[in-house]
């Protein structure tokens, strides 16, 4: 059993600055991307994050009835691809659009509204959307000048401290913001010197990192945790290794909690130009490793 000294409220406000330090970091990745359709797409990806959702979506009206965009997270471009087609905003899409109010369902099949899912469309339960009352032309219009606003505003707030940071400090915290049981040893290996890399981009793989570290403490049952980062050929890479139970590589790229989680980490990391490589087998551990090119953009 382990015990703390902390009070309820200062560990509940740990608790809550760690989750407003992912939500920062999570708004940072949206406002990062280039395009619109990137930032509809990262949006998506953000949002079924913070809710803990395993799939999310975004919908953007073309003031017909229809969808201009839509854009997923929790599905792969092959399961995309299977499906047939996107929604063209009908049924409960269509009803959250006209409706303009939220609706949250546990069983979205016994609403009558519920129609149009494809024969291949994965299968859904509950369902929580809401409609966001804006023009889309004059959003596209501001969204360059909003992007630019929050990203002026949280690097203001943090920025300053990551370019102070090495890549040993970096990992160290990743540590501190998990809770390691006493029979696990873990152990660091990374330079104490700074990264050539965007602030936004390092955060973006600390986040990474510390959501790989957190699921191996908490599903792998390990003895021994080991994180390491280095920079190899214009590279930073992540690598987290534990001698924990393993799991099949091919249930793992499945639908359920673990496949989801392996989805969402590779997605994040190619967003940042990167990749998520993974080697494990049952009673083998786990090799976990992120790779992100140091250019920015």
Do not use: W
Not at 16 to 44: C, D, P, W, Y
Not at 162 to 184: C, G, H, Q, S
Not at 268 to 274: E, P, S, T
């Amino acid at each position: 059993m382990a015990t703390s000294d902390n009070s309820p409220e200062k560990e509940s406000t740990v608790v809550l600055l760690n989750r407003l330090k992912e939500i920062a970091s999570a708004v940072m990745t949206a406002a990062e991307a280039g395009t619109l359709e990137q930032v509809f797409e990262r949006i998506a990806h953000v949002a079924g994050e913070l809710v803990n959702a395993r799939y999310a979506a975004l919908g953007i009206p073309d003031n017909t009835g229809g969808l201009k965009y839509f854009k997923v997270a929790g599905l792969s471009s092959e399961q995309i691809a299977h499906i047939g087609h996107l929604p063209h905003g009908r049924g409960l899409l269509g009803a959250i659009m006209e409706e303009g109010t939220a609706v949250r369902l546990v069983r979205m099949q016994e609403d009558t509204r519920s129609s149009g899912f494809c024969e291949r469309h994965p299968t859904m339960t509950s369902l929580g959307g809401a409609a966001q009352e804006a023009e889309l032309k004059p959003a596209m219009r501001d969204l360059d000048r909003v992007i630019e606003d929050i990203r002026r505003f949280i690097l203001n707030l943090r920025v300053s401290s990551y370019r102070k940071r090495t890549m040993y400090e970096a990992m160290r915290d990743v540590l501190a913001r998990v809770y390691i049981p006493e029979n696990v040893r873990v152990e660091i290996d990374a330079p104490d010197i700074q990264p050539l890399i965007s602030e936004m981009k390092f955060e973006a793989v600390c986040q990474m990192a510390h959501e790989a570290m957190s699921n191996a403490l908490r599903h792998a049952n390990p003895s021994l945790i080991s994180i390491s980062a280095h920079v190899d050929d214009d590279i930073f890479r992540v690598v987290i290794v534990d001698d924990g139970d393993g799991f099949d590589l091919d249930i793992g790229k499945g639908e359920g909690h673990t496949g989801l989680g392996l989805q969402n980490l590779q997605r994040r990391a190619q967003l940042h130009g990167g990749q998520l490589d993974i080697v494990s087998a049952r009673g083998e551990g786990t090799r976990l490793t992120i790779t992100v090119p140091m250019q920015t953009g």
